[in-house]
């Protein structure tokens, strides 16, 4: 009858237990306390996240860390306009990391003065008709986000009333660092 070693164990911050790991021995798991999971473009993960509303009468804007390039799988926001009458034009608009706009996407509809509408964009569905008259789904291309560029909004015709909430992307967040290549012995 043979004897055997105990694995090594390594509990994360998160509860997770690792067996068979080393300290020391992976760089990510030391880095990031979190479980390798090697993906074919790189270290990735998808992330759920949600933006402070804006003051009234602004629009709102997601920044890529400077770690990460981010895809973006799914764009929702309510926009309620107030009592003003003026049609509004809500569009999402990329900025790079100089300021300047490199992509729009072309107005959808107008939206009247005094209503509420949710507005979904995904890059895995077509355009659809909704159900409600107050909900908008709408398509967008496949979106990168490169380290410190910005997705949000542009409004024609915003007024000092007009408010954005309910803000919430899905993004799939790959990591932008180098990766370690191990010296030949």
């Not at 994360?12 to 067996?19: H, K, Q, T, Y």
């Not at 409600?132 to 949000?152: D, E, K």
Request: proline share 8%; hydrophobic share 35%.
């Amino acid at each position: 009858m043979s004897s055997y070693d105990p694995l090594p164990v390594r509990q994360l911050p998160s509860g997770r237990v690792l067996a068979g790991y080393e300290p020391g021995e992976f760089y990510d798991y030391d880095s990031l306390c979190a479980p390798y999971q090697p993906q074919q473009s790189g270290e990735s993960y998808q992330e759920r996240l949600t933006q402070v509303n804006p003051a009234v009468g602004n629009e709102w804007r997601h920044i890529c860390p400077g770690s990460f390039v981010e895809e973006v799988l799914t764009i929702r926001y309510k926009f309620a306009t107030s009592a003003v009458v003026a049609n509004r034009v809500p569009m999402l608009v990329i900025i790079d990391q100089n300021g300047s706009e490199v992509w729009r996407t072309p107005p959808s509809s107008n939206q009247a003065a005094g209503q509420t509408s949710l507005y979904a964009y995904s890059s895995a569905t077509g355009a659809s008709q909704p159900f409600l008259s107050n909900s908008v789904a709408l398509a967008m291309t496949r979106i990168f986000l490169f380290p410190q560029w910005q997705i949000g909004t542009t409004t024609a015709a915003l007024d000092v009333g007009d408010q954005y909430s309910e803000i919430a992307l899905v993004v799939n967040r790959v990591f932008n660092r180098p990766k370690r290549i191990a010296a030949a012995h």
